[in-house]
């Protein structure tokens, strides 16, 4: 079974330059992830979906960050304009479904790809 | 913020020896889930264990959970070069919130 795909894994840009990121999920998988990771730190839920509808955002900064899930499959993840602070790993994941009662499923992560804002 | 707080921050040990990994967390959860990351890689999903579970093995793995301490502990037995890595908990209320990590080194 084929994992969670990323791209590009490394990406480095100038600040107030934009980058967009891609994801696949693994096939059949309904629920996708976005999480940014500061060095040092764990991962930070920035958005979910499941299916192509947004189930939680609250995290993501919506002046700079988007997101879209075009026909539930693949991801795109856009920052514009980035900042320094944004210089960071995001990770894409995916999950069978969402259990009922606000619990999720096992997820499965991507390699992730690395950010770098200078 | 963030919800999981891993104790220690790093541990180093020999092949061979147990490794022990603490995280504490503040708010009631539905499950705690532990993961692996190897340094540049993506995270692998380790063992969940649900709030009304206390204990639960995976080969070398060990979890246990407190749900009246909000604790959970990850025992490795018998570790190997190969279980470098960070290891992070993740607790499970409305989403999955993670904890910063240990950095756990196995020397050879």
């Known amino acids: 079974e084929a994992g969670v795909a990323q791209s590009p894994r490394y990406k480095i840009i100038e600040k107030r330059q934009s980058v967009a990121f891609w994801c696949n999920p693994i096939?059949?998988?309904?629920?996708l992830y976005w999480y940014q990771q500061i060095l040092g730190q764990g991962p930070k839920l920035l958005i979910q979906?499941?299916?192509?509808?947004?189930?939680?955002d609250s995290q993501l900064p919506k002046d700079r960050f988007s997101a879209e899930r075009l026909k539930g499959v693949d991801s795109t993840l856009k920052i514009q304009p980035a900042k320094l602070e944004d210089s960071a790993v995001y990770l894409c994941?995916?999950?069978?479904?969402?259990?009922?009662?606000?619990?999720?499923?096992?997820?499965?992560f991507g390699p992730g790809t690395r950010l770098t804002v200078l | 913020s963030q919800q999981g707080e891993e104790d220690p921050q790093a541990l180093s040990i020999q092949e061979g020896e147990n490794a022990t990994m603490n995280c504490s967390y503040k708010?009631?959860?539905?499950?705690l889930q532990w993961y692996r990351q190897n340094s540049g890689r993506g995270l692998v999903h380790l063992i969940l264990?649900?709030?009304?579970?206390r204990e639960k093995h995976s080969g070398r793995l060990r979890v246990t959970l407190d749900t009246s301490k909000k604790s959970s502990s990850l025992l490795i037995t018998a570790s190997r070069a190969a279980d470098t890595a960070s290891y992070f908990c993740?607790?499970?209320?409305?989403?999955?919130?993670f904890g910063e990590g240990t950095q756990l080194t196995v020397n050879p």
């Open positions: 994941a995916s999950s069978l479904a969402l259990a009922g009662g606000g619990r999720t499923d096992t997820q499965y």
């Open positions: 096939s059949g998988h309904a629920t």
């Open positions: 979906f499941q299916n192509n509808g947004v189930v939680d």
């Open positions: 708010t009631s959860i539905n499950n």
């Open positions: 264990i649900r709030s009304n579970e």
């Open positions: 993740a607790t499970d209320g409305s989403r999955l919130t």
